[in-house]
């Protein structure tokens, strides 16, 4: 969701907007414009293409990154591009996705986020929120901003959710605070 300012004759008002994910037609069009220029993908790179917009999850951002980064490369290299993304988060992804996660306020909804990420998703969000109070999180408030955030939703069964490329966002920065495993935060 996303907190869009819009101004009026009376002063400013808030108005929250949740963009949805593409659906995989849309998704792939999206992908296919961006990579090729064209809203249909050539036969021969069909097979890549769906397994680019599968990755993505209907994430139009990501999909947009990673069509222009493959644009006007060869089939080779789409192939090599899709098994280094199953291994590595890709990066220009990864920084604009990031910045979600810097926009929170304060170190406890960034360690709530981290917890999440490694230990919550898919759980109850009352269980998780009785489990994390215990440990002085606020996760009521956390929650809330984190779902204000876009960076975690909450789906018809108040199950804690959130995109597969968020979550590898949260654990690539749970891994960058140490080359030695047990040094970090959280395993």
């Known amino acids: 969701m996303f907190d869009l300012e819009a101004s009026s004759c009376s002063g400013n008002s808030s ?9 995989f037609k849309e998704s792939l069009q999206l992908f296919s ?7 249909s993908m050539p036969e021969s790179f069909m ?4 397994s680019f917009v599968k990755y993505c999850g209907g994430l139009p951002l990501a999909l947009q990154v990673l069509g222009s980064s493959l644009s006007g490369k060869s089939m080779v290299v789409w192939r090599n591009a899709l098994e280094k993304l199953e291994a590595i988060p890709a990066s220009k992804i990864q920084k604009i996705l990031i910045i979600s996660y810097d926009s929170l306020e304060d170190d406890h ?5 981290l917890n999440i990420v490694c230990l919550f998703i898919g759980k109850d969000r009352y ?9 002085d999180f606020y996760t009521t408030a956390g929650i809330e901003n984190l ?5 975690l939703t909450i789906n018809e069964k108040n199950k804690l959710m959130m995109h597969r490329m968020i979550r590898d966002m949260g654990r690539e920065i749970i891994r960058q605070e140490s080359s030695d495993v047990g040094k970090r935060s959280r395993l």
Do not use: H, M, P
């Open 33 to 39: 414009w961006n990579a090729i220029g064209r809203n």
């Open 127 to 135: 269980y998780t929120t009785t489990i994390l109070d215990g440990c």
């Open 15 to 23: 108005k929250l907007f949740e963009v949805k994910e593409s659906n």
């Open 47 to 50: 097979e890549y293409g769906r």
């Open 147 to 151: 779902v204000g955030r876009a960076l």
């Open 109 to 113: 909804d960034k360690n709530l986020f």
